[in-house]
Nanobody, 123 residues
Framework: VQLVESGGGLVQAGGSLRLSCVSP????????MGWFRQAPGMEREFVAV????????HYADSVKGRFTISRDDALNTVYLQMNNLKREDTAVYYC?????????????????WGQGTQVTVSS
């Protein structure tokens, strides 16, 4: 399953970005979709996940209240709206898909991954 992220870039602290992840998979709407990130020198970490049909979401504590994950199954797209960005949000952001549709927060529970998109937050 191919996943293609977009929307990363350079933004000042306090600003906003919206990441998108598109997949041509015909069964996209049956997947749970997640976002992870990896900062330089750090391990990849969970950011947010949304179940199939979007009936439930979970967030890392570090992004709660600032980031929102959503999906549009008609467009085979999942979004990550990031507001009030901080320097510590700087990372490569990865989209991931999980067969089965239920929310999980561990990397090894996701089956497919995108190539990542860079987000850089300057002070």
């Amino acid at each position: 399953v191919q996943l293609v992220e977009s929307g990363g870039g350079l933004v000042q602290a306090g600003g906003s970005l919206r990441l998108s992840c598109v997949s041509p998979a015909p069964v996209f709407d049956s997947y749970a979709m997640g976002w992870f990130r990896q900062a330089p020198g750090m391990e990849r970490e969970f950011v947010a996940v949304i179940t199939y049909a979007g009936f439930n979401t979970h967030y890392a504590d570090s992004v709660k209240g600032r980031f929102t994950i959503s999906r549009d199954d008609a467009l085979n797209t999942v979004y990550l709206q990031m507001n009030n960005l901080k320097r510590e949000d700087t990372a490569v952001y990865y989209c991931a898909a999980r067969e089965g549709g239920m929310a999980r927060m561990r990397e090894d529970e996701f089956d497919f991954w995108g190539q990542g998109t860079q987000v850089t937050v300057s002070s």
